[in-house]
């Protein structure tokens, strides 16, 4: 048995993800402590497993609760830029506390999440083994796909390639103060800095990947300890969440979730009520907790509305799934074979959008163009046109054949002390 510490992003769709892999590495005898801010604390305590507290003074109860709020009324370029900002709040506060939190309880090994940048150089310091795991779409960068900061379509012309590497400078810069950060601190330990910001990150140790291969554009440069092992979750390990199933009336469903972050955007929420209404189909509309169910009565076409939804077993029902593109909702969707319609808003949702339609499994409406008209148009087409549902359907059958748990277990072990 072995210990292993997880260090994740405080947001639930990486939440979900690292806690199924840590109750499944459990399960095959190990240890595992998560070393998590205040606020995931009962999270984490709720499903059995152990957590270390860094950050208590950087992350007070209810820090990114407030931070989160905020987040959920942001779109586009804001989104990305106060999404930037909690990411370098981080940087210092996982500097000042994890190397004393790891030294005190002598973890093994770590998995460390991708978009907690600083971890690495934590790891290397302390010398402990480390896989990082993707819970998002994957940050590896190459000039023939696009940075995930942008919602671009894959092509393999030369003004593409252009346009990539483009973006990746630009990228470059939106993250050069997180790498000024690190370098600094990465120079007072003795550990040579970055100059390839971030795949230096990424760099002799294995990545596992949430994606199932077929919803990822064509790679030439990842690594050859890259994993894709497809979604990971696990419907025994979600907390239960009433639900009124008992007004479902028969017709197909189509489950509309827009995250647990970027979700105050009420005018959205009314755009897929009104293009939903006409459908020949009921809606299930989950909120993700910030606002009111009642706020919209009075919707016509008998929708179920409600804060939360128990989302595995609703996909299980639905015929299609509206989405913000989150990479949560999008697999857990095609797991069960359910197409899709994006309404992607900021940070990599835009990118993950843009995979949707290249894999053909779903249409994507970017923010800014969504009205109801546009959006009652990509639903009828995606209920109507079958190859839609048969492209979803070859990626739950690839999802199935992937064996996620055990595959992304077998990776963290791989880098355990022998």
């Not at 970055?194 to 440069?221: M, N």
């Not at 025994?236 to 972050?261: C, N, V």
Request: aromatic share 8%; hydrophobic share 45%; glycine share 8%.
């Amino acid at each position: 048995m072995a210990h292993i510490g997880v260090f994740t992003a405080t947001a639930l769709g990486h939440m979900y993800p690292s806690s199924t892999l840590a109750l499944e590495l459990k399960k095959r005898g190990h240890r595992v402590t998560f070393f998590a801010i205040p606020d995931a604390l009962d999270f984490y305590e709720s499903l059995g497993l152990e957590v270390v507290v860094v950050g208590r003074e950087a992350y007070p109860i209810g820090y990114m609760n407030r931070m989160y709020a905020k987040l959920a009324t942001l779109k586009g370029k804001a989104g990305l830029k106060f999404t930037i900002g909690l990411l370098e709040e981080s940087v210092g506060m996982t500097f000042a506390d994890l190397p004393r939190a790891l030294e005190s309880n002598r973890v093994d090994a770590l998995v460390i999440d991708q978009l907690m940048f600083p971890g690495s150089t934590v790891a290397e310091f302390l010398k402990i083994s480390y896989v990082h795991l993707a819970n998002a779409l994957l940050f590896n960068g190459e000039s023939g796909v696009p940075p995930i900061s942008f919602g671009w379509r894959y092509d393999t012309g030369s003004f593409a390639r252009v346009r990539n590497t483009l973006g990746y400078i630009a990228v470059g810069r939106i993250f050069a103060s997180i790498r000024k950060m690190i370098n600094t601190q990465r120079r007072e330990w003795g550990l040579p800095p970055y100059t390839h910001f971030p795949d230096d990150l990424y760099a002799g140790y294995p990545q596992i990947s949430q994606l199932p291969p077929s919803l990822e554009y064509p790679r030439k440069r990842l690594p050859a300890d890259f994993h894709f092992v497809g979604p990971l979750h696990d419907l025994t390990k979600r907390p239960h969440t009433d639900f009124p199933w008992e007004k479902l009336d028969g017709r197909p469903i189509l489950y509309a979730s827009m995250g647990t972050l970027m979700n105050q955007l009420e005018s959205v929420f009314r755009i897929i009520l009104e293009a939903s209404e006409t459908l020949h189909a009921q809606l299930v509309l989950t909120l993700g907790g910030n606002l009111d169910p009642g706020s919209f009565s009075g919707a016509q076409g008998n929708p179920v509305i409600v804060k939360y939804a128990p989302q595995l077993e609703v996909l299980k029902r639905a015929s299609l799934c509206i989405t913000a593109a989150g990479l949560n909702t999008m697999n857990e969707a095609l797991a069960n074979g359910v197409p899709l319609v994006a309404i992607p808003i900021t940070n990599d949702q835009p990118a993950a959008a843009a995979r949707i339609e290249w894999s053909g499994v779903g249409k994507s409406i970017p923010i800014k163009r969504l009205t109801v008209t546009r959006l009652r148009a990509a639903l009828e087409l995606v209920l109507a046109d079958p190859s839609y549902r048969e492209n979803a359907r070859r990626l739950q059958k690839e999802i199935a054949g992937l064996n996620a748990l055990e595959r992304a277990s077998e990776v963290v072990e791989s880098v355990l002390p022998q």
